[in-house]
Every structure is written in C-alpha cells, then in structure tokens.
C-alpha cells in the first residue's frame, strides 16, 4: 500500500466553525507533513512530525492545530478560519533516516474554502 | 538564499518534442537527495524521479531523465517525447540528509503541451 489518503476532498467552512483535516499512511512511514498550497504557488511546510513528536512548526497561527494520534494517523483541527485561509491542504509521509531516497509521498489534498 | 530556484515560471512545448525544465539548488550537506514531482490541475503531487547526491549516473524513468550537474549545482528535468497529458505545474525539490526530515520545494514551472 503506497498511498496516502485524506479526507475530506472538499470543505467549505465559515470563519466560526470548527472542522478537523484528517490524513492516513499505512506505509510505515515515522515522518507526517502537512503543507498549504495556494494555487500556482509551491507547497508551505506548517507542520512536521517525526515518530509521533512535532519536530517543525513553521509559525503556523494557532487556528491551526495538528495533531498525530499514531504512526498512521495525521489530523489538522481547524478554528476561527480566516479567508485567507482558503487553500489547498496537503499532507505527506516519508521515511526517517539518513538515506537520501526517502521520497515524499502525498496525499491528494484537502480543498479548503473559507468563507 | 533559496535552496531551490526554478526560473522558468511557464514554458510551452509542441506535442512529440523533449522539453528541459531548469532546477538548481544550494546547498553545503554533502548529501542531499533531488525529487521532480509533477501537479496536474487536480492538485496531487505525484513523484516522477529522484537523483542522489552520490549518485554517478542520470537518473532515468520512462520519458523522464534528470541531467544532474553536480558541480553546478543544477538537477534539470527532461521529458522526451512530450504528450499532452504531461500539460502540469513541476516542483523540483530537495532534501538535505543531515538536517532533518524538510523538504525544499522550488517556485515550480507550469508546463502547456500544444498539440
């Protein structure tokens, strides 16, 4: 199994909801990423884990609140959106270790509107 | 410095013919691994190649190969015999070994096949 699924696809959201993005490996992978995408624009890195631990947090604002529940598991709580929030959502996973062939492997996305 | 520079924002190619797509790096970490992934309109990021710091020959899968230049620091995509399916942002990234698990992405390329 080599692939890395998300859920939901699609999510609109008002500026006072809660929602949670959730993302899922089966490949036994101990890195979990979760990058934003504006369109035409390379993926952001907010959030790293490395076995379970959040090793990165690239001053993402505290509406976003990730969360790895196991080795497996990859969720993203969302709170207070702003529009500007409004994105595309990817999570990956990766090999730890020190050899250089541990690709990225990503998930197909999280559609995010804000409104 | 950016650790990944693309310069070509937008490039077109005629449909049957190769196109080169720019990508250098910077970078001091003896070893580094050097990823092409591909992102159709649909939004996920698909892994095309990969080329290792140590690596003594050009990568090559299928119609993809990556003419690496070590000692110009530069790591161009190839793809040959252009089809229109190949139409596609193309992030070029890196990852250094002894600095953690990030990963670098360059600003990207949108490729357009002409039929």
């Known amino acids: 199994d080599t692939e890395v699924t998300q859920t939901p696809k699609h999510l609109v959201m008002g500026m006072t909801n809660k929602k949670s993005l959730k993302c899922e490996q089966h490949?036994?992978?101990?890195?979990m990423y979760w990058y934003k995408q504006k369109a035409k624009k390379p993926p952001e890195l907010m959030f790293v884990?490395?076995?379970?631990?959040?090793?990165i947090n690239e001053s993402v604002p505290s509406r976003f609140s990730p969360e790895c529940p196991n080795s497996s598991l990859l969720n993203l709580h969302l709170h207070a959106l702003q529009p500007e929030d409004s994105a595309l959502y990817l999570c990956a996973s990766s090999q730890l270790g020190t050899r250089e062939y541990n690709e990225q492997f990503f998930g197909p996305g999280t559609r995010l509107t804000v409104l | 410095a950016q650790k990944i520079t693309q310069t070509q924002p937008g490039m077109f190619v005629q449909e049957k013919e190769a196109v080169t797509l720019d990508c250098t790096y910077d970078?001091?970490?003896?070893?580094?691994?050097l990823f092409w992934y591909k992102q159709p309109s649909s939004g996920e990021m698909i892994f095309l190649i990969y080329?290792?710091?140590?690596?003594?020959q050009n990568a090559t899968e299928g119609r993809y190969s990556l003419n690496f230049q070590k000692a110009r620091k530069s790591a161009n995509l190839v793809i040959s015999a252009s089809q229109l399916g190949d139409s596609a942002m193309y992030f070029c990234a890196m990852r250094e070994i002894n600095t953690g698990n990030q990963f670098y992405f360059g600003t990207g390329t949108s490729l357009t096949v002409i039929p």
């Open positions: 080329q290792g710091s140590y690596d003594q």
């Open positions: 970078t001091s970490d003896p070893s580094y691994g």
């Open positions: 490949m036994g992978h101990r890195a």
């Open positions: 884990y490395s076995y379970e631990k959040l090793s």
